[in-house]
């Protein structure tokens, strides 16, 4: 089975840097992604590793290590747009493209 | 690029009816398409995969004939929610993806109330 864990809620301060974590424990991979979603929105794609390593992408940067099967959404700059939930999902590989979301992170960017 | 639609944005309807929505790629190729529900403070939970003209892959605990899937082009796929019950009320996503591995673009979503 998938099991993806995320924290609940965070909140942070509008210029800080925040990190959220996910943690997977799923057989089979093909790749691990972040998405965000405002409240009432579907959910916009932020980023995707496939490999072990950095990815960054502006403000936003996404880590992977496959072996310790955890990710990290890293946020800097933070602003009052961000306010959202973060959502990380499992790619299966295979001959599809399913992925099992997480239960998604709030986080509250505070002035 | 990777643009997806749906239609209606929004629907209220009485209880026994059915409900069509449709999910449309603008501006590429969807061989795959996803049929998310969401719950409010809840994650996006997949109910089904369509690939274009052939049945859709149901996820465990979901009911394929009451969520009726058409994958019937490589822009085009409808959910029909039939005989909708006040339980069915939430918010439907799709998404399309070009093909493996690749990402998925979401639609606006659906937000369905069943009275």
């Known amino acids: 089975g998938q099991n993806i864990d995320q924290p609940t809620e965070m909140t942070a301060t509008e210029g800080a840097i925040v990190q959220i974590n996910c943690t997977y424990q799923t057989s089979g991979f093909n790749g691990l992604f972040w998405y965000q979603q405002h409240a009432g929105e579907a959910p916009t794609f932020l980023s995707y590793?496939?490999?072990?390593g950095l990815e960054e992408k502006g403000r936003f940067s996404s880590f992977l290590s496959r072996s310790k099967g955890y990710s990290y959404l890293l946020l800097k700059e933070l602003q009052m747009k961000d306010s959202a939930s973060y959502l990380c999902a499992w790619g299966g590989g295979g001959a599809t493209n399913k992925l099992i979301f997480g239960t998604g992170t709030l986080l509250a960017v505070q002035p | 690029g990777a643009v997806v639609s749906q239609h209606p944005s929004w629907v209220i309807c009485k209880s026994g009816t059915s409900v069509k929505i449709e999910c449309r790629s603008l501006?590429?190729?969807?061989?795959?398409m996803f049929w998310y529900r969401q719950f409010p403070k809840q994650s996006l939970m997949l109910m089904a995969t369509?690939?274009?003209?052939?049945?859709?892959?149901?996820e465990q605990g979901v009911e394929k004939d009451k969520f009726l899937i058409n994958h019937a082009s490589l822009t085009l796929s409808t959910l029909t929610v039939t005989s909708a019950h006040p339980e069915d009320s939430s918010f439907y996503i799709c998404?399309?993806?070009?093909?493996?591995?690749?990402?998925?673009?979401f639609g606006p979503g659906t937000r369905l109330t069943v009275l």
């Open positions: 369509s690939n274009e003209g052939s049945k859709a892959t149901y």
């Open positions: 501006d590429f190729q969807a061989t795959t």
């Open positions: 998404s399309g993806a070009g093909g493996p591995p690749d990402t998925q673009y």
């Open positions: 590793n496939v490999l072990d």
